[in-house]
């Protein structure tokens, strides 16, 4: 009976708010290592995962969003690609910003 309510829209979803209560409560009491799904090097909000996919199932927007995110993981971001090439640089360690304004 219990496995056929959780098969159900419904009962996915209080599956969900039990798992993200679960999630969050051990997070913040410092006891994450515990569930299975989290170990010492992820850090995060994973209890929004289940529910962006159960949101991405009703939504072809979010859909697209969800994949679009995966592909940007996998891009190189290049230095070059954001400007023209030799006009800002950016030294973050250093706290410095050089903007070169072009001649005319």
């Known amino acids: 009976m219990g496995f ?3 098969m159900t829209l419904p009962g996915l979803v209080i599956l969900l708010t039990v798992v993200a209560l679960a999630d969050q ?13 989290r170990n010492s090097a992820r850090q995060g909000q994973i209890s ?4 962006e996919q159960l949101h991405a199932t009703f939504s072809a927007g979010k859909q697209n969003e969800l994949k679009e995110r995966q592909s940007a993981l996998v891009l190189r971001d290049d230095e070059e690609d954001g400007a023209p090439p030799n006009r800002t640089t ?3 360690d250093g706290g410095t910003a050089v903007v070169r304004v072009p001649r005319r």
């Open 4 to 6: 056929a309510v959780l």
């Open 25 to 37: 409560v051990l997070l913040r009491a410092g006891r994450a290592g515990l569930l299975p799904w």
């Open 48 to 51: 929004a995962t289940g529910f």
């Open 90 to 92: 950016v030294d973050l």
